[in-house]
C-alpha cells in the first residue's frame, strides 16, 4: 500500500510562491522514484493573509496545518506591511502564532559548507574547513513572546525629563522551557560530535542565568557525556567568524538564536542555503531561514535550494524517508558539483551559461534525483 502524506503548503509573501512550486516539483518525483503520495493543501499565512482577511494568521491556516502531517513554509513579510503602529497587522505574528499554535518549541537549523560553495563564502577556505554545525534555537520563549507594551505620556521619558512615550519588551523563560529545549540539543550532540556550545549573557541577563543554571543540571543528571561549554553570545558572534569548525551544536534561546543562525548561513555563502526545522508537540514545519526577498519576486531568479533542503529535513523528521531524503540531499550536491548556480551563489569564475534561474534550478535537481 502507498503511504500518502498530507502537507499543508504556506506559500506566503514575496519570492514564496515561486519557491514552494519547485518543493512540490522536488516532492513529486520523491513520490515517483520512492513509491509515496504527498496531498498539498495551501493556506494564508503574513502578507497574503493580511490582505485577504485582515489577520496574518487566519483560523482556518491554523486548523489547516494541524490536520496536516507536516507543514512547508516559503517566506513571509514585506514593505507593504512594514508599520510602527502597534495596533497594525504584521506578518511576523502570523509565524510567531502558528508557532505557538502547533506547540513548536525547538528550531533546528544545519551549517554546513557545501565542497562547491566554499568559494561563494565571505571567509577565506580553511577559515571554513570541517564547518558542521547544528543550530538549535528555543522557539517559543524569551523576548519575542514576553510581556510588551508602548505607554503614552510618561514623565521623564522625553528629552529634560518631559512627557513623552515609552516601549518595552521582557524576556522570559521558565525552567521547564529551558529542560525541553536543552535535552533536544544534548540529543543531537549524542548523534553527532558530543559537544554542545550554550549561549546565553549570563554577565548581565537574569533570564541568561537561569538559563545557565537549568542547563547545566540537565547535563549533569542526564547528559555527562555530552561535553557542555558555556559561551556568552557576543563571544559566540565573534567565534563563528575566527574558527566556526570550533561549533557542533548551538544552544541558544529565542532572540539570539535568530541573529547568530542569520550570521551562521553566510558561512554558507548565502541566506538561501539554510534550511530549518521547527519541531513540538504538534505538526513540525518546516522551512528555509531567508525571507521573503520582495526586491527579486517575479523575476525567477530566487535561490530554491534551502526550500528544498528544508523539504530534505521534513522528509527527515516526519515522514521517516531516510533514503529520499539522502537522494535529494545528494541530487542538490551534484547539480553544485556541476557548476549549476543561481546569482547569489554565483562567483567570479561561474561560468555564465551555469547561472540559472529559479525553475531551472528546481529542474537540475528533479532530474537528478530521477536519473
Not at 153 to 173: F, I, K
Request: glycine letters at 10%.
Amino acid at each position: 500500500m502507498t503511504p500518502t502524506y498530507r502537507i499543508c503548503l504556506l506559500p506566503g509573501d514575496g519570492i514564496g510562491p515561486e519557491i514552494t512550486v519547485e518543493a512540490v516539483k522536488a516532492l513529486e518525483a520523491i513520490g515517483r522514484r520512492f513509491g509515496a503520495r504527498f496531498e498539498f493543501r495551501e493556506a494564508l499565512l503574513g502578507g497574503a493573509a493580511i490582505d485577504a482577511t485582515g489577520t496574518a494568521l487566519p483560523d482556518e491556516t491554523l486548523a489547516a496545518a494541524r490536520a496536516a502531517d507536516a507543514v512547508l513554509l516559503a517566506a513571509i513579510g514585506g514593505p507593504k506591511w512594514d508599520s510602527t503602529d502597534p495596533d497594525a497587522p504584521r506578518p511576523e505574528q502570523g509565524l510567531l502564532g502558528i508557532r505557538k499554535g502547533l506547540g513548536l518549541y525547538a528550531n533546528l537549523r544545519p551549517v554546513r559548507i557545501f565542497d562547491a560553495l566554499v568559494g561563494a563564502s565571505t571567509l577565506k577556505p580553511e577559515a571554513l574547513a570541517g564547518v558542521d554545525m547544528l543550530i538549535v534555537r528555543e522557539l517559543t520563549g524569551g523576548l519575542y513572546f514576553g510581556p510588551r507594551a508602548r505607554e503614552r505620556d510618561v514623565e521623564g521619558a522625553g528629552a529634560g525629563g518631559v512627557r513623552g512615550m515609552r516601549a518595552y519588551d521582557t524576556c522570559v523563560y521558565t525552567e521547564f522551557e529551558v529542560e525541553r529545549i536543552a535535552r533536544k540539543a544534548f540529543e543531537a550532540a549524542r548523534a553527532r560530535r558530543g559537544r554542545v556550545h550554550s549561549v546565553d549573557k549570563a554577565n548581565v541577563l537574569e533570564s541568561s542565568r537561569l538559563w545557565r543554571e537549568v542547563v547545566h543540571r540537565v547535563h549533569d543528571a542526564e547528559y555527562p557525556d555530552v561535553e557542555l561549554i558555556d559561551q556568552l553570545v557576543d563571544n559566540t558572534a565573534m567565534q563563528l567568524v575566527r574558527y566556526p569548525a570550533q561549533f557542533d551544536v548551538v544552544l541558544t534561546e529565542n532572540m539570539f538564536g535568530d541573529i547568530l543562525s542569520d550570521e551562521a548561513s553566510m558561512l554558507t555563502g548565502s541566506l538561501g542555503m539554510l534550511a530549518s526545522a521547527s519541531l513540538g508537540d504538534g505538526t513540525a514545519l518546516y522551512e528555509p531561514s531567508h525571507g521573503s526577498a520582495p526586491d527579486i519576486a517575479g523575476q525567477g531568479v530566487a535561490n530554491p535550494l534551502a526550500m528544498l533542503l528544508s523539504v530534505e529535513l521534513m522528509l527527515r523528521y516526519s515522514f521517516a524517508m531516510h533514503e529520499a531524503a539522502d537522494a535529494l540531499a545528494g541530487a542538490i550536491e551534484a547539480v553544485l558539483a556541476d557548476g549549476w548556480r543561481t546569482r547569489d551563489i554565483a562567483g567570479p569564475d561561474t561560468l555564465p551559461q551555469r547561472t540559472v534561474g529559479t525553475s531551472a534550478m528546481g529542474d537540475l535537481v528533479v532530474e537528478r534525483l530521477e536519473g
